[in-house]
């Protein structure tokens, strides 16, 4: 009885199961279902990282029999100039603006600086005269031009202040009021009554109106050349001290002169600096190993991620090709 049962033990334990299959072919099945996917995903790996290598290489012209292979050279080297045109226009109309130019040279901050140095400056220079000033930072012919340019402005705006004033009229009244003031009560305050004195006005007016827009930058010329070297010779320090009685110095007109400058210049300063010329320039004379690096160390991780990509979406589509 025991012999029996060790047997039938035996027989169950030791049987062989006919309708499990092999661990070979089952590992032969999960490589086929893998397989598709693998080959999908190796395939959109290499063709984004090719896709992405064609942006950059090759570096220059590839010819053969004479002939340009096409898609020689890359993307980026071959559209060059393109991309430094696009760079330029960016830079010069994007990145910097007239207004940008005007809050950046005329904030707080640079404001104050430019005080500080101009103080420090004129400190330095309390017993130079200011035609001595002007030395240090020009040359004396330059200094010449500009010291007669600016008189004939400063002439020009007096005789222009001078013929807007109507002179003629002011001076006339005031005549014709002194000479009621030295008649009143005469025999030739009698004579010269109301309506008879008042008929010299047009003519006294006319006249001097006429004398004045004549004669009004001969007048005002002399002047202001006298004033000019009265004002040449004194030393910064007397200049400034006269200007502090009137509660302003020369480093607030040098800021004022500078606020007004860049606010109406600019514009101007920006043309004259052609950032955008520049910048495409620049692109422009990179060698094409330099023009891929510069572009690289922006993106490489977006491309990176462009090539990875590629072979997410390779193996998805050999997923799908399973299923369907």
């Not at 004195?197 to 004669?215: C, H, K, W």
Request: proline share 3%; with cysteine; charged share 25%.
């Amino acid at each position: 009885m025991k012999t029996c049962r060790l047997l039938t033990f035996c027989a169950r334990r030791y049987r062989v199961d006919t309708n499990k299959k092999p661990r070979r072919t089952k590992d032969l099945d999960v490589l086929k279902v893998l397989w598709g996917p693998a080959i999908g995903a190796v395939i959109g790996y290499f063709t984004n990282y090719i896709a992405v290598r064609m942006l950059f290489r090759p570096l220059r012209p590839v010819t053969l029999f004479g002939r340009r292979v096409p898609f020689t050279p890359g993307i980026i080297p071959k559209g060059k100039q393109r991309l430094a045109r696009a760079i330029g226009s960016v830079v010069g109309e994007t990145l910097l603006t007239k207004e940008d130019l005007q809050r950046t040279l005329l904030s707080d901050e640079m404001k104050n600086s430019l005080r500080e140095s101009v103080d420090s400056a004129l400190a330095d220079r309390s017993d130079t005269t200011l035609r001595a000033l002007c030395g240090t930072v020009m040359e004396e012919t330059a200094y010449d031009t500009g010291r007669a340019v600016l008189q004939e402005k400063l002439t020009d705006v007096i005789a222009e202040r001078l013929c807007d004033m109507q002179l003629g009229e002011t001076i006339a009244r005031e005549v014709l009021n002194a000479v009621r003031e030295r008649t009143a009560g005469s025999l030739i305050g009698m004579m010269l009554r109301g309506d008879v004195l008042d008929s010299f006005a047009e003519p006294i007016r006319d006249g001097v109106d006429a004398y004045v827009n004549t004669n009004a930058y001969s007048l005002a010329a002399p002047q202001v050349a006298a004033l000019w070297s009265t004002a040449e010779e004194k030393t910064v320090g007397d200049v400034n001290a006269a200007l502090m009685d009137a509660d302003i110095s020369l480093s607030q007109i040098v800021l004022r002169a500078y606020e007004a400058m860049v606010s109406a210049r600019a514009a101007d300063l920006l043309r004259t600096m052609d950032l955008g010329g520049i910048a495409e320039e620049k692109v422009n004379a990179l060698p094409p190993e330099e023009l891929e690096q510069l572009v690289l160390s922006v993106m490489k991780k977006e491309l990176t991620a462009v090539v990875n990509l590629g072979a997410l979406v390779g193996f998805v589509l050999g997923l799908l090709n399973l299923i369907f």
